[in-house]
């Protein structure tokens, strides 16, 4: 075997599938050409709560195309009450378990599909159903004070969704400065470029779906399970997927409705929600409102911390974001209850979207801190480096490696904050007030048990599998990187197949632990097979493979506290006569640990960061109380950034060499770019023009109330 | 999707024939609007009747400054037009600030003046709407209506008129070119094409079945005048106008304002000709002041909602914002 002298990781290597991509060859979930292919439509609820009573089929059926309807009285009857290994797979039945009861929970839900010849005929058919209800009184509104809101026992990080370190409402109200402020995030969604779609096939007991899916092994469970089947009788394949951000990082209704429907008339059937559909069917991310109260010294000293966060989820699923688990360890204050609470309402299932709870709990835990800086007229970044603790905070675990001060010092060189005026509104550019704004970021970084084979050809070659997903990260790239290194040959010599729920146990793309986990044991199947080789002496003509799984190497982990890190950097522009805001530029500095390739790492931490703009001044989806869903639901009304929202967005990464992570030193970055990046453009919209708002997003109506007095020249 | 019939009409009288005989028959241009509505089941037409074939599709500018602009001109066509660009540079920037490349590639004059508007009750089959279905109820007024109208609404419709072009059009006098089942040529003003709600918000326009806008004519902007269109969006490209002025202004040598014509979009069920501000205008200074109380006089009719009010004092700032502008040399912007 040759010895390369160049390694893979840590090169800028273009993508590997980047041709099958842009020339239209790799294909996506509603792309398998599979024969006698039937098309479903799902009929959804008008109401908000209550029940199905009839459904008149009848004017549908006659239709021409049409195959069948699915209803309530022909489904397929599924194991609702199956118990999965892991809590949020568990959390993804109440919803997959279509057409199982005729109770209504949120308006949008499935209770009917119409499964035909085309995908024309099957929407016709599903407009000609006719479904009669019992209407219930529903309530769509979240609100802070409400009683009916809980603490939850677990939340989605697994950890408790109330923890207290000292006595920390009694330290807040005798701290000499306080800040005492209520946040608010709205409902956004992840409209990802490929709809959820799904091709479900059956072959007697066996179930075969070609899913638009994050993790085709997990996904494989509940489905599995919902129909009463081993594991092994359900593959799940998701070769390529175009994008996620957390809504397919479990199986959704539309997944399921393949499944069913393929069932009921014995044929293929695909699904292909359009983007109205995705925004009650696919989950979103749960408005919040969230109250921060933190106490300091007069030298800046955090004394105490007080982070108290409501949100939604429907009455199927108690999905409870860990919206103040960050503020649980990113400073070093003395005394600190963090509380999230959730209130169950007749709306739809809410779920991952990219830094789940992280995501709105760091901007309204950023915000504070900025507002505490303009209290105590203290530099922002000088007031964090003040409250860095030595140890987790929270576990008094020591940290595996934080270099959130080097981010803020690299960021601040860079950014060029030194000499920054802190008075609010005190830069002008002609028709502009111009002002910047700084955040801290953090992202656990997890790692999850997988498997993964390896299997050397006699002709040289290798192809390695693992059941990862690539949502358009670069996974499928970075694994061949880590598979060409372990096996010391070029990367030519390594084909990675990903994908399928068959190749064997692998965790999702999701919470930023895939390219960890995956990569472990892509680095230990070719450690193993290079053994194997040299054992056997070589090669032999039938090939050679082995097997392996990283149960126990993640099971020994040392205890610690382990996660990125990074600083936001953010300048933006107010017009005084209008309000419109711009973002002129963005710079995020990160530690995540060791980088395996810039170029893809670059891509994920710009998109994540530009995604952070969206959500500080475009993304709301705007909560209808007379009927209980979303009013706008589509890319004209649902607001993201636009090419021209987007200027100067740039990420740096800094060198931190971390022995106590995982194989491959680095922690995941799929999260944490958006982690912060609202925050900053938001205290640099305070910084611009001296108001503080506080409700995300931040619009044009907001910040005019301070412009009147700003407009003389 | 439901079926329905395509007919391409190869001249103007076939065209008109097949849509009067036809009482579910729409005439189809760029169908950028039309199709879509169509996919959400807002509209059903059983018959599509092309009439991108019918000779509409040039920009004749006359010897007098004016120009008769044909209604299946391409809105990209038009936009990148060099008479345009120098003559009515305010129209230009319009249709230029609206949808996008590949929209306005396809979009055509007259499908733009008549496209619907983005109001999501309208373009929600599930919820009621008194312009898509009669007396169902308007359910923006109390729910979401941020984006919709401010100016000439009624108690059952809010709805915003969306577009761009049209605001730039209202501004420089355009006239609508009009031929009728009979083949009878009018031609209206922009704003008389429209039609307020009131209580039949499903009327939209003065059209009547059969009636094809042929063309759009604008007479020669004023000697010495200066335009621009500006328009306010929640984002910086592809979004619908929460406001937008169109403007077209003369000063006098002390630089008070000898003419001045105001549109605004983003506000009102149409394009919003503000001819009590720009009346009030006339012999004054475009000082913040002096437009505070035109456009004071102009929106005391206005009935805003909770969530769209902050359009009233924005269309009084860009108005200032944009005469400024206008009034000061280039190089000063």
Sequence with gaps: ????????????????????????????????????????????STIAKGRVESIDDSAALARPGVIAVLTPDNVARLQVDVELPLPFLAAAVPDLSLLQSREVAFRGQIVAAVIATSLEAAREGAGAVEVGYEEQAHDAVLRFDDDRAYVPGVVNDFSPGNVERGEADRAFAEAPVRIDATYSTPAEHAVPMEPHSATAAWDGDRLTIYNSDQGPFYSSLPISALFGLDPGQVEIVAEYVGGGFGSKAAPRPPTMLAALAARLVDRPVKVALNRPQSFSLTTYRTPTIQRLRLGAERDGRLAAIVHESVQQSSTLVEYTEQSVSSTRLLYAAPDVRTTARVRRLDVPTPGWLRAPGDAPGVYALESAVDELAVELGMDPIELRVRNEPDADPETGQPFSSRNLVGALREGAARFGWEGRDPAPASRREGNWLVGTGVAAAHYPALVFPSTAQARAEADGGFVVRVGAADIGTGARTVLTQVAADALDVPLERVRVDIGRASIGVAPFAGGSIGTASWSWAVEKACGALLDAVQEHGGVPPEGLEVQADTTEDVGALAEMS????????????????????????????????????????????????????????????????????????????????SNADVRDVDCVFLHEDDKNLNSIGGKGIGEIGIVGAAAAIANAVHHAIGLRVRDLPIRIEDVRPALQDLRVR | MRPFAYERAEDPAEAAALVAERPDAAFLAGGTNLVDLMKLGVAGPGTLVDVRRLGYDRVEHRDDGGVLIGATVKNSELAGDPGIRRRFPALSRAILAGASGQLRSAATTAGNLLQRTRCVYFQDVTKPCNKREPGSGCPAIGGSHRDLAVLGTSDHCVATYPGDMAVALAALDALVHVRGLDGEARALPLEDLYVLPGDTPHRETVLERGDLITGVELPAAPAGAAMHYRKVRDRWSYAFALVSVAAVLRTAGDGTIDEVRLALGGVAPRPWRARTAESELIGKLPTPENVQAAMGAELAGARPLPDNAFKLDLATDLVGAVLRDLTEPEEDR
């Design chain 1, 1 to 44: 075997m040759s010895t390369t002298t160049q390694r893979a990781t840590g090169a800028p290597i273009v993508r590997v599938d980047g041709r099958a991509k842009v020339t239209g060859a790799a294909q996506y979930a509603y792309e398998y050409p599979l024969e006698n292919m039937a098309y479903a439509w799902p009929v959804q």
């Design chain 1, 562 to 641: 382990r996660g990125g890190y990074g600083a936001q950097f953010a300048e933006v522009r107010v017009d005084v006569d209008t309000g419109q805001i711009r973002v002129d530029r963005m710079l995020g500095v990160f530690a995540t640990g060791r980088v395996l390739n810039p170029r893809t790492a670059r891509s994920q931490i710009v998109g994540a960061m530009t995604m952070g703009l969206s959500m500080a001044l475009m993304e709301i989806a705007e909560p209808d109380p007379e009927f209980g869903d979303f009013a706008n639901h589509d890319l004209a009304s649902y607001h993201v950034a």
